[in-house]
């Protein structure tokens, strides 16, 4: 029997597992409501690991302050328009995406 991961462990694995993808590849994921917004403010692989661990609470408090939550139709057609490219990773059944175009890179 294995030991469970630790969070670096977790966080580790799921860096291999994220990558970028544009928004027209995603119109499945988007049509089932399997994809998750994740603000620029927030560490993507900070919230997929705290999914993973099933942190109810931490997500309760992200969605409450509007961090994470649902991609709006008008989010959809924008980044549709433009087929953006997102920072994706899957934590079944769950894609989290995240739009960096507007932070600016050092």
Same mark, same amino acid.
């Given at each position: 029997?294995?030991?469970?991961?630790?969070?670096? !462990?977790?966080?580790?694995?799921?860096?291999?597992?994220?990558?970028?993808?544009?928004?027209?590849?995603?119109?499945?994921?988007?049509?089932?409501?399997?994809?998750?917004?994740?603000?620029?403010?927030?560490?993507?692989?900070?919230?997929?690991?705290?999914?993973?661990?099933?942190?109810?609470?931490?997500? !309760?408090?992200?969605?409450?302050?509007?961090?994470?939550?649902?991609?709006?139709?008008?989010?959809?057609?924008?980044?549709?328009?433009?087929?953006?490219?997102?920072?994706?990773?899957?934590?079944?059944?769950?894609?989290?995406?995240?739009?960096?175009?507007?932070?600016?890179?050092?």
């Amino acid at each position: 029997m294995s030991s469970p991961e630790s969070p670096n !462990e977790i966080k580790a694995r799921l860096n291999l597992e994220t990558s970028r993808i544009h928004w027209h590849e995603l119109q499945t994921y988007y049509a089932r409501g399997q994809v998750v917004r994740v603000g620029p403010e927030l560490d993507l692989l900070d919230v997929a690991a705290q999914l993973t661990a099933d942190n109810k609470a931490r997500f !309760e408090q992200w969605m409450n302050s509007g961090a994470i939550g649902d991609v709006s139709p008008d989010l959809a057609r924008s980044w549709y328009d433009r087929n953006a490219e997102l920072w994706a990773v899957v934590v079944a059944p769950w894609v989290l995406v995240q739009d960096r175009s507007d932070k600016k890179l050092h």
